[in-house]
T-cell receptor, first 111, second 114 residues
């Protein structure tokens, strides 16, 4: 079945870049997502990438996909204290409705 | 406000009881998903409905059931509650069920079983 794994914690200094990594097992994954969860709130989509892409950039966010290694990363440039949250990686294949989520990476940004 | 409404926000109940969680999807969305978020198991998919029909089932216990009504709102029923059912229950909605299918999440219902 599908499985998505992420490291649980990451701590960075304000102004540094953050890189959150994710691996997945389903070779038929077609879409890969990054969601953000702030305290007391639901998950909010940050960005997603189609599996035929290697990279997607959106302002401070850069997503890299290595399909061969089934590895996805999210880079946040110039990380701010407001970026402190839990970041979830998720995957789905094109015919399935559901997305499979990792356990989330808690990002702590220190001033 | 994401447009997905979940009630109640918080619920405290005792073991053996039954509760119903309610979700109203974002306007125009036909799909509703239920996820359980607990400390030790991350975000677990429970069930997916599309336009009133069940589309996929995940790790949903037999004590749990769900349905999606003609007005597209959904309810998740949890019965014979156990301590381990304490968790955040999220509802998410999307336009369809295939393709990129971006999910919009509600704020969650926090269930505490004592």
């Amino acid at each position: 079945g599908e499985d998505v794994e992420q490291s649980l914690f990451l701590s960075v200094r304000e102004g540094d870049s953050s890189v959150i990594n994710c691996t997945y097992t389903d070779s038929s994954s077609t879409y890969l997502y990054w969601y953000k969860q702030e305290p007391g709130a639901g998950l909010q989509l940050l960005t997603y990438i189609f599996s035929n892409m290697d990279m997607k950039q959106d302002q401070r966010l850069t997503v890299l996909l290595n399909k061969k290694d089934k590895h996805l990363s999210l880079r946040i440039a110039d990380t701010q204290t407001g970026d402190s949250a839990i970041y979830f990686c998720a995957e789905k294949n094109t015919n399935a409705g559901k997305s499979t989520f990792g356990d989330g990476t808690t990002l702590t940004v220190k001033p | 406000d994401s447009g997905v409404t979940q009630t109640p926000k918080h619920l405290i109940t005792a073991t053996g009881q039954r509760v119903t969680l309610r979700c109203s999807p974002r306007s125009g969305d036909l799909s509703v998903y239920w996820y359980q978020q607990s400390l030790d198991q991350g975000l677990q998919f429970l069930i997916h409905y599309y336009n009133g029909e069940e589309r996929a089932k995940g790790n949903i216990l037999e004590r749990f059931s769900a349905q999606q009504f003609p007005d597209l709102h959904s309810e998740l029923n949890l019965s014979s509650l156990e301590l381990g059912d304490s968790a955040l229950y999220f509802c998410a909605s999307s336009v369809g069920g295939t393709g990129a299918n971006v999910l919009t999440f509600g704020a969650g219902s926090r269930l505490t079983v004592l």
